[in-house]
């Protein structure tokens, strides 16, 4: 009778102490992955950005063709300035300036130095330069 209480008592610490221990150890793996949990998940949010969110026209125009377009640097046809891009687009059409602000034309470097910019934005900072001409 008393073996068996004994035993009893003893199984039950057993049993709560692995409880425990399982818990604790859980709990010790959540905390320890979290970190990487999160910044994997800053990091394919990052990525996804980078890879599919287009820039719109106005925001690329902003950070790579200001610098010229906007006061006219080296002769760069200026922002919403139809004198200088009327007879561009006259000559050529929007293809064609386009392509040339990809390749680079004279003192215009290729994609306006935004080399991380997709084809498809460099049209649409054009797009946003030449609106309302
Ligand atoms: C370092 C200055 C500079 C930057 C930055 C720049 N451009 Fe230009 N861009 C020029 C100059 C200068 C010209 C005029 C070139 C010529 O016809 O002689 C030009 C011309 C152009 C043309 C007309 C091309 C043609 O065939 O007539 C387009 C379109 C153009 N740029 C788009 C862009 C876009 C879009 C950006 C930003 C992503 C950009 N540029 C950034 C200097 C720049």
Redesign the pocket.
């Known amino acids: 009778m008393k073996v068996k209480a004994v035993l009893g008592v003893a199984l039950f610490a057993l049993g709560m102490s692995t409880t425990f221990a399982q818990e604790m150890s859980n709990e010790e793996i959540v905390e320890r992955i979290k970190p990487y949990g999160s910044l994997h998940v800053a990091g394919a949010a990052a990525a996804d950005a980078g890879a599919s969110a287009a820039r719109s026209g106005e925001d ?2 902003n950070s ?2 200001v ?3 906007g006061s006219g ?5 200026r922002l919403h300035n139809g004198a200088d891009w009327q007879p ?1 687009l006259d000559e ?1 059409g929007l293809d ?3 392509q ?2 990809l390749s680079g ?5 290729p ?4 080399s991380n ?1 997709s084809d498809d934005e ?1 049209k649409a ?2 797009e946003y330069m030449i609106e309302g001409i």
Do not use: D, E, F, S
């Not at 034309?105 to 470097?109: E, G, K, L, R």
């Not at 994609?111 to 935004?114: A, F, S, Y």
């Open positions: 690329v125009y790579a063709c610098a010229c377009h640097v080296l002769g760069a046809p561009r050529k064609g300036v386009w040339n602000a034309i004279n003192a215009m470097p994609r306006g130095t935004c910019c460099i900072a054009i």
